[in-house]
């Protein structure tokens, strides 16, 4: 079968995003670290690559230098199963970043975060339009997600 993985470019951080991506969910882990060698690209010793699994999903963090940085364009999503979750990453991965609206957010990285609740799709994307339509208004006004506000939103439409 062919792999797919997501390639992270950071200037020389790449192990200590690694290391901390993988202390915040569960199934994580730290697969590989592969170091320059002499006449490379970085510091003969330095980390190159760090291979590394989120949630069992693959990755690899590339310490690349500071040409490329991360945008909104690219985002990594986290389907929350309840309030707790989403305090959670939002809390965790906001840390030293920067909040946005809607549940977005940035890491002290600069990589981009969607903290989501299972529940939004079918709030926000519900049979009935009307209420469907209050529940994104009200996720436009929100940051992080509230999942009680988002169904009272929905209930009360």
């Not at 291979?51 to 990755?59: V, Y």
């Amino acid at each position: 079968m062919q792999g797919i993985r997501t390639f992270l470019w950071f200037d020389t951080q790449a192990e200590e995003a690694a290391n901390f991506y993988t202390s915040l969910f569960k199934n994580s882990r730290i697969v590989d670290i592969k170091r320059w060698g002499d006449d490379a690209a970085g510091a003969a010793g330095d980390v190159a690559t760090v291979a590394f699994e989120l949630d069992g999903r693959p990755f690899v963090a590339l310490n690349g230098g500071p040409e490329f940085h991360f945008t909104e364009a690219i985002s990594l999503q986290i389907d929350c199963d309840d309030q707790a979750e989403v305090d959670h990453y939002w809390e965790a991965l906001g840390e030293g970043g920067e909040h946005g609206p809607c549940g977005w957010l940035k890491d002290r990285y600069g990589l981009s975060w969607q903290v989501v609740p299972r529940q939004l799709v079918d709030l926000v994307f519900g049979p009935d339009a009307r209420r469907a339509g209050a529940a994104t208004r009200a996720m436009m006004q929100m940051g992080k997600l509230d999942i009680a506000d988002l169904e009272r939103a929905y209930n009360e439409a």
